[in-house]
T-cell receptor, first 112, second 114 residues
Framework: KQEVTQIPAALSVPEGENLVLNCSFT??????LQWFRQDPGKGLTSLLL?????REQTSGRLNASLDKSSGRSTLYIAASQPGDSATYLC???????????FGTGTRLQVFP | ETGVTQSPTHLIKTRGQQVTLRCSSQ?????VSWYQQALGQGPQFIFQ???????GRGNFPPRFSGLQFPNYSSELNVNALELDDSALYLC?????????????FGQGTRLTVV
């Protein structure tokens, strides 16, 4: 059974710092991995989608990497801003489920 | 803006009642998936509809049911509501039911059961 873990559960950093959020999954047989942002009480905004054949994806200040063999992904946020404060969720689609399996998220606070 | 819209945004129901949540998929998308997100948890897959047929179901009891309409909008129905059904219900749409397709989520419906 696929399990997705995100560390740390919460993170508080000053504005301007570069930071890394971690995601690990137990079954490396995945189709893709997706990173989402969720503001309090709101829906999910897709940030980056990495297919299993890819190693990384970039969008603006965000860079996500995927190491399928070790079951790990990282989301790198450069020059963090207070507007980046949110919960970041990663999710994988496994061969045996075909559906998104989510981690519990990392709650990020960036203070001025 | 993803184009996936859900209604209502908030809802309060009494235990034992029934509820219907609605989702309009993004233009051109023919697949809708529903997720339940309890407070502090990641979303859990309920079921998926592809071209008006159920296409996969998570570990939820039969009192959770759904429909997809010819315009690909969808409903989630929950009967005999329990207190533990209180959660944020998320709808996601995608183009095709294949596992490699990207999912786009709506803003969710916050259901409170009292």
């Amino acid at each position: 059974k696929q399990e997705v873990t995100q560390i740390p559960a919460a993170l508080s950093v000053p504005e301007g710092e570069n930071l890394v959020l971690n995601c690990s999954f137990t079954d490396s047989a995945i189709y893709n991995l997706q990173w989402f942002r969720q503001d309090p009480g709101k829906g999910l905004t897709s940030l980056l989608l990495i297919q299993s054949s890819q190693r990384e994806q970039t969008s603006g200040r965000l860079n996500a990497s995927l190491d399928k063999s070790s079951g790990r992904s990282t989301l790198y946020i450069a020059a963090s801003q207070p507007g980046d404060s949110a919960t970041y969720l990663c999710a994988v689609v496994s061969y045996n489920t075909d559906k998104l399996i989510f981690g519990t998220g990392t709650r990020l606070q960036v203070f001025p | 803006e993803t184009g996936v819209t859900q209604s209502p945004t908030h809802l309060i129901k009494t235990r034992g009642q029934q509820v219907t949540l609605r989702c309009s998929s993004q233009s051109g998308h023919n697949t809708v998936s529903w997720y339940q997100q309890a407070l502090g948890q990641g979303p859990q897959f309920i079921f998926q509809y592809y071209r008006e047929e159920e296409n996969g179901r998570g570990n939820f009891p039969p009192r959770f049911s759904g429909l997809q309409f010819p315009n690909y909008s969808s409903e989630l129905n929950v009967n005999a509501l329990e207190l533990d059904d209180s959660a944020l219900y998320l709808c996601a749409s995608s183009l095709g039911a294949g596992p490699a397709t990207e999912a786009f989520f709506g803003q969710g419906t916050r259901l409170t059961v009292v």
